[in-house]
């Protein structure tokens, strides 16, 4: 009878013990599950493409191709980003299920929490590295602006170079700036600049987005110099080692102006393919140098395409990327990747050359500062490493 009963009451003890361990799998798949789909992620993402979607077709966008550009552009993102996810959940899903199945290829649960792990990890560095989350701040408010400084010209020159300054250039750097708000406001002067930009879009293939004219104050520029120690000792020995700090998509010069009065003596260029703004550019800077009867400034402004450039000398390079075609700035990044010298340093609007082995990014993710289309533009700084 004891033998009999053993027998009888043995397939009971085990079918139990499955049932207990199926349970367990069950509970453990539903874990990983919640981590996958938390929030953070595809939901988080999917109410951002909604939002986004709504932000391009909305007045502020419709009414400004820079913001239209950038809302497009990050809708674009991400969609990608999405996307992206969508497919890596979807791969851990069909492994979770075999679980569940108990099939006999199925992974282990250790293998699946160290993949989800490894997944959720991956993606949050893409969606860093890819600014996926970053905020678009002028569509609740039309007129972001930007904050004007308190700090005088000559007190910002000071800030960046660390010793004292020449009254001469703040008062010439003041007076060109001056000369070009007013450009700016002139009315016929803007609608010949609008003229070309379609021409130019035409003629090129372009959108005539990638023409599109925003500004960064004098007081954001230092900032970022301030913000980045490499980037500012690079600077100071520009005319010491006979390096060029070049601005590629020069608008009407105000970037040009800066380094040229603040790094003087330092050899400075812009690249323009609009003949308005090249034009204004040089006006600006004859009618100063006039005025201030003070020493000429070490600077040359090329009505030509950027890509034409030679770059064999240059110590400091600035792409105004914000709004250009991905075809032009792809082949503008091919062009630093294989020209630029070793040591080399980039101030961009954007991010990308990260993905390239030559560069290395040296600013940190908090060098934001105000422009005219966004009062916390994130500024990117690399340095050419091989």
């Known amino acids: 009878m004891r033998v009999v009963g053993a027998v009888s009451c043995s397939p009971t003890t085990s079918n139990q013990d499955d049932d207990d361990d199926d349970d367990d799998d069950a509970r453990a798949v539903a874990s990983l599950r919640a981590r996958l789909h938390g929030p953070g992620h595809g939901e988080t993402l999917r109410a951002k493409c909604v939002r986004l979607r709504d932000a391009v077709r909305s007045r502020t966008c419709a009414s400004s191709a820079i913001k239209g550009r950038l809302a497009r552009r990050a809708e674009t993102s991400a969609l990608a980003a999405l996307e992206r996810w969508a497919t890596t959940a979807r791969a851990i899903e069909v492994d979770l299920e075999r679980i569940v199945r108990d099939d006999d290829d199925k992974k282990s649960l250790s293998a699946m929490e160290e993949e989800v792990a490894r997944a959720l990890r991956d993606f949050e560095w893409y969606v860093?590295?890819?600014?996926?989350?970053?905020?678009?701040?002028?569509?609740?408010?039309?007129?972001?602006?930007?904050?004007?400084?308190?700090?005088?010209?000559?007190?910002?020159?000071?800030?960046?170079?660390?010793?004292?300054?020449?009254?001469?250039?703040?008062?010439?750097?003041?007076?060109?700036?001056?000369?070009?708000?007013?450009?700016?406001s002139d009315y016929a002067w803007r609608g010949a600049l609008l003229g070309e930009v379609e021409n130019q879009a035409r003629a090129r293939g372009w959108s005539s987005e990638n023409f599109s004219y925003g500004s960064t104050p004098f007081a954001s520029w230092v900032e970022v110099f301030v913000q980045c120690d490499d980037l500012r000792e690079r600077a100071k020995t520009l005319e010491e080692d006979d390096l060029k700090y070049v601005v590629f998509g020069s608008s009407a010069g105000w970037l040009v102006f800066y380094a040229a009065t603040t790094f003087r003596g330092a050899r400075c260029e812009g690249f323009e393919i609009l003949e308005t703004l090249h034009a204004t550019a040089l006006h600006v800077l004859e009618g100063a140098a006039e005025k201030q009867a003070c020493k000429k400034l070490n600077v040359n402004f090329c009505n030509a395409d950027m890509l034409s450039s030679s770059l064999c000398d240059v110590g400091i390079i600035v792409l105004t990327s914000m709004c250009w075609d991905d075809d032009v700035y792809e082949a503008v990044l091919e062009k630093l990747a294989e020209e630029l010298r070793a040591g080399a340093f980039v101030i961009d609007y954007r991010g990308n050359l990260a993905q390239k082995d030559q560069f290395c990014l040296v600013s940190k993710e908090s060098l934001r500062v105000p422009v005219s289309w966004n009062p916390g533009q994130r500024f990117y700084v690399f340095k050419k490493v091989a």
């Open 128 to 184: 860093r590295e890819h600014d996926v989350m970053e905020e678009l701040p002028f569509v609740v408010d039309d007129d972001c602006g930007t904050r004007s400084s308190d700090e005088t010209t000559i007190d910002l020159m000071r800030k960046v170079l660390e010793k004292d300054v020449k009254d001469d250039d703040a008062l010439m750097l003041d007076a060109m700036c001056g000369e070009l708000r007013a450009r700016e």
